[in-house]
């Protein structure tokens, strides 16, 4: 599984952005796809988790401000992020996980950088 993430960059507080996981390879075997974040000096926090079913989860910081979701079609994760404050600053991953044979396999793609500030 590869993935390609894209979309960050810099925005005002209170702007929005959207992340964009392009996933290629055997994605027919993933049980999920999430976003995580690791800001300097902390460690890798997941932000968002959504299931082959759909089913969404979020971390508290981010409820109500950020959806994840995905475009089966396109092979796609997004992110999208409003309300965008100085401390969802971090560098953003891309996930995708999938269970064989009860050990848990995870895939990342590379970070992209959000940056909220004024």
């Known amino acids: 599984v590869q993935l390609q993430a894209s979309g960050g960059g810099l925005v005002q507080p209170g702007g929005s952005l959207r992340l964009s996981c392009a996933a290629s390879?055997?994605?027919?075997?993933?049980?999920?796809m999430a976003w995580y974040r690791q800001a300097p000096g902390k460690e890798r926090e997941a932000v968002a988790v959504?299931?082959?079913?759909?089913?969404?989860t979020y971390a508290g910081s981010v409820k109500g401000r950020f959806t994840i979701s995905r475009d089966n079609a396109k092979n796609t994760v997004y992110l999208q992020m409003n309300s965008l404050k100085p401390e969802d600053t971090s560098v953003y991953y891309c996930?995708?996980?999938?269970?064989?044979?009860?050990?848990?396999?995870?895939?990342w793609g590379q970070g992209t950088q959000v940056t909220v500030s004024s």
């Open positions: 390879g055997s994605i027919f075997s993933i049980n999920t």
């Open positions: 959504i299931t082959s079913a759909g089913g969404t």
């Open positions: 996930n995708a996980r999938r269970v064989e044979d009860s050990r848990l396999i995870d895939y």
